[in-house]
């Protein structure tokens, strides 16, 4: 007679484990919040390319626009990487606030406006 191997009863008080938890929830929630980080470094940094340039010409400006999208792209790229629920939001949102921003100004906030470029500030 062939049949399963005898498996004996689970002991008394066990309990499945539990069904894994959705975290779609935390990784919408923090991509909220990234977008409004960025919003904020691009204030802090937007800032500091306004007062630092001054008549250097459009080089500060565009240090600004990479670091700008540096922040954006390979830190949320970073954290992303992570593959953690907290981390994953807070990439993307740091990505589509870069975006959102950058629609939302004509490229102004985000350096990406050629005008800027050719001294029509």
Do not use: D, K
Not at 62 to 79: E, K, M, N, R, S
């Amino acid at each position: 007679m062939t049949g399963p191997p005898f498996e004996p009863p689970p002991p008394p008080g066990w309990l499945p484990p539990p069904p894994p938890s959705n975290s779609g929830g935390t990784v919408a929630g923090l991509a909220v919040v990234g977008v409004l980080l960025f919003g904020m470094i691009n204030l802090v940094v937007g800032l500091i390319v306004l007062t630092t340039t001054g008549n250097r010409g459009p080089s500060g400006v565009a240090f600004g626009a990479a670091v700008l999208a540096l922040v954006a792209f390979a830190g949320g790229a970073g954290l992303i990487a992570l593959r953690r629920p907290w981390a994953r939001g807070l990439g993307m949102g740091l990505m589509i606030g870069w975006a959102l921003l950058s629609v939302v100004s004509v490229g102004y906030c985000t350096g990406l406006n050629p005008e800027m470029y050719t001294g029509g500030i």
